[in-house]
């Protein structure tokens, strides 16, 4: 399976129906929209979406099927940087070359912004196809409000944040990563898989897979950003090579658990490689 | 019926759920749960939620069967208290009596308390009894997303801060008024009656009531908050007198639209009246 391939044409399938479910920035409040679209489009290399569809694909479903989920992850974390980057957060200027939201669009649209991403997430999950089984659209709101709260994502954001007061060893970390990142990597995993039609078990293991999956690729995101100096980061504690060996050690546990999956389960594989040891 | 009473007997029946459904201060992160809980408990008269449970009344269903739509509301409701009275926002100091949350917790946990209420939203609204018809509680959590999202409460919020710079006309402020205040008013009635079995067209006609009702609340709000000078208020464009005049044809306009509901509406009736006429 060709990755970049496949993170191609996914990612083009999602950003349309991204475009369709967000108001155009030429409608009123017109610098609203125009900030919640500045993060969103052109947006990175779309992983999470690309993990609904695999994690549909490995329930046995065409792809297709996941795509308001595969929407609504992206809508979840493109809020989630948004309000990283305020200055009473991370106080960061630039995201992906350009200036984050904040400094586009002043502090308060950008609160706004990432406030009104999230709600829409949740309309958009519950909307799309008609065709979906409603139980199964239930249980991916359930899933996604469940790694999107003080449990999970705002949980993990709000304990990095006093861990910079006063930074914690290598457990502290990885249960910092596995709230503040993995929880959304493996919503995305499950949504899918959920709107695919996963029973239980599968379910099961696929949440098992997806939480290493996504504590390794924060620790491969620390890897490709060492030199932001981020104290929640095992390359500070581990060193580089010691951060690796453990990315890879999570990676092989992970795809351990779908290893019988056989063809279904290809693009799950090939996205956790690509994921933890991607030089970009 | 004695409005009093229903709205002191509706509050500790979602104020119990509110209390299993939001995580105990005592569980880590400490800060984020007490912030979350902080302007949640007492919290205010419960105005929505007794909407919510009023709505379902109106469809001829007992008012429990809205109890995930009434804590719902009131979550969403709370998140936004949180967000606006942020420095960046309209930097308030004080909220029925207490400091607010990022006067008491700060601003990162102040914004993150009221990003994991308004995730956990969703997720109540999916979750509770199981006995509820799937469909009718999708269409709930659209309802919910629609009238939290950049086209109402956060649109609404956005357009109040750009008023302040610009302040506009009588028609602008009943504008605004329509979507920061009145949508997540008619989310409250739509969501009950919605769960409560409420067919389409009864469904609009509560839509078209519960908005009036909605502007009419706000103008009450700004009549018991002279003080405070608020630009975006009829009470600064048409003086105390025109603005209660215009409160009182809103409220009428919205009863005849449910004129002919017999005993069912008289909870929605009551609610009414009191949120436009009260005191306090």
Known sequence: ???????????????????????????????????????????????????????????????????????????????????????????????????????????????????ALLARAFGVLASGSGNLDPQRRLAAVRELSSAADSRNLVGGQADDLTFRAAPGDATAIESIHRRKSAALIAASVLTGAGLGGADPPLLERLRCFAE????????????????????????????PQGARARAEELLEVALARIDDLGERGEPLRELARFAVRRSR
């Open 212 to 239: 290493e999956v996504g504590v390794a690729f924060q620790i491969a995101d620390d890897l490709l950003d060492q030199e932001t100096g981020e104290p929640c980061s095992l390359v500070r504690v581990l060193g």
């Open 1 to 115: 399976m060709d990755v970049d391939a496949y993170l191609t044409e996914r990612s083009s399938l999602v950003n349309r129906y991204l475009d369709e479910v967000v108001p155009p920035a030429s409608e009123g409040p017109t610098s609203l929209h125009a900030a919640m679209r500045h993060l969103l489009f052109p947006g990175g290399k779309r992983l999470r979406p690309a993990l609904v569809f695999a994690g549909c694909e490995a329930a046995g479903s065409p792809a297709e099927m996941a795509l308001p989920a595969a929407a609504a992850v992206e809508l979840v974390h493109t809020y989630s940087l948004i309000h990283d980057d305020l200055p009473c957060m991370d106080d960061d200027d630039e995201r992906r070359g350009r200036p984050t939201v904040h400094v586009a669009f002043g502090e308060a649209v950008a609160v706004l912004a990432g406030d």
